[in-house]
């Protein structure tokens, strides 16, 4: 996510499967300098309080439906690789 005022920053959420079946979430900021830090955290904390909860809901099942087509394709292009 991109926000672009008033204070600019960008966001990249990040969900990882747990074996329960829920989820760990990671939430990573990019500041275009450091000195934008204290203006922009309010903004940050806002942006992703709410959203944690949602985040933390998710529910990982195994296998693609119809709509993951093009995740199955990588992640079979990817298993498909030899190791080294």
């Known amino acids: 996510m991109k926000v672009t005022f008033p204070t600019p920053f960008e966001l990249v959420w990040a969900a990882r499967p747990l074996p329960d079946g829920g989820c760990a979430t990671r939430t990573l900021f990019f500041l275009p300098r450091w000195s934008a830090l204290a203006?922009?955290?309010?903004?940050?904390i806002a942006t992703?309080?709410?959203?944690?909860?949602v985040l933390a809901g998710f529910e990982f099942h195994p296998?693609?439906?119809?709509?993951?087509?093009?995740?199955?394709?990588?992640?079979?292009?990817?298993?498909?690789?030899?190791e080294w």
């Open 63 to 82: 296998g693609f439906v119809a709509s993951d087509a093009v995740f199955a394709r990588y992640v079979r292009l990817v298993e498909g690789m030899p």
């Open 39 to 44: 203006r922009a955290l309010p903004m940050m």
């Open 48 to 53: 992703t309080w709410a959203d944690r909860r």
